[in-house]
């Protein structure tokens, strides 16, 4: 009897630089490949080293798991755009499922910070709190005070730059090679149908005033 097909996972993860592409294990990594580059030209390099010397090809994902975020709104759009080509032309076969890089990261250090910040928008930050390896609890609070209500966190970095300086043994490296595979992303994953980047806020503008400003 003809031993039954394995489904092949894909992790994307465009939340942070490096980005990461993975096919995971049960509690390890197949292969991992971390792309230091923007996500426009990094997807597809990361593909390419990915699937190489594989008899696989991305036309056989049968799992996605998609990085909703916090981080770069750009790198976030362009991986969910990537995963709904990949859903589309999978015509039903694949099943998505959606995490919150807060929630992955939780799993990263040895000894699991009761808290972990990330930037949200210009003076403000995410605050996480939580069992680790679990779907947290997530804040946004004026940066000036997350950081003095919450001096233990451990912290993402984003692509904004903030106002204070934080010391470098407080910065946790969002980095999954250190992730045990689908023992830590099922926990913190939910199903979904379509990849949504995560945004807790919506975006405001400033209101038109009612006159346009004369020319200098």
Same mark, same amino acid.
């Given at each position: 009897m003809a031993e039954a097909k394995r489904p092949l996972t894909l992790v994307v993860d465009a939340s942070s630089t490096p980005l990461h592409l993975g096919i995971p294990s049960a509690n390890g990594w197949e292969k991992l490949v971390a792309d230091p580059g923007q996500a426009m030209d990094g997807l597809f390099r990361a593909v390419g080293q990915l699937f190489e010397e594989r008899d696989e090809t991305l036309n056989s994902v049968d799992i996605l798991y998609y990085c909703c975020g916090p981080g770069s709104t750009l790198g976030l759009r362009l991986a969910a755009a990537f995963v709904k080509t990949m859903i589309w032309e999978a015509k039903g076969?694949?099943?998505? $499922?959606?995490?919150?890089?807060?929630?992955?990261? @939780? =799993?990263? %250090?040895?000894?699991?910070?009761?808290?972990?910040?990330?930037? $949200?928008?210009?003076?403000?930050?995410?605050?996480? @709190? =939580?069992? %680790?390896g679990s779907v947290g609890k997530k804040e946004i609070l004026a940066e000036d005070k997350a950081l003095k209500d919450y001096p233990n966190s451990l912290h993402l970095l984003g692509p904004r730059h903030i106002s204070a300086e934080i010391p470098p043994e407080k910065i946790l490296p969002y980095d999954l090679s250190k992730i045990r595979g689908l023992?830590?992303?099922?926990?913190?994953?939910?199903?979904?149908?379509?990849?949504?980047?995560?945004?807790?806020e919506p975006v405001t503008f400033k209101k038109w005033e009612g006159f346009i400003p004369a020319k200098k």
């Open positions: 076969r694949i099943t998505l $499922f959606q995490y919150n890089a807060l929630d992955l990261a @939780s =799993g990263i %250090p040895e000894e699991p910070p009761e808290y972990i910040q990330a930037p $949200f928008r210009m003076g403000k930050r995410f605050v996480r @709190s =939580g069992k %680790p023992e830590d992303l099922s926990p913190v994953s939910h199903i979904s149908e379509q990849p949504v980047p995560y945004s807790p």
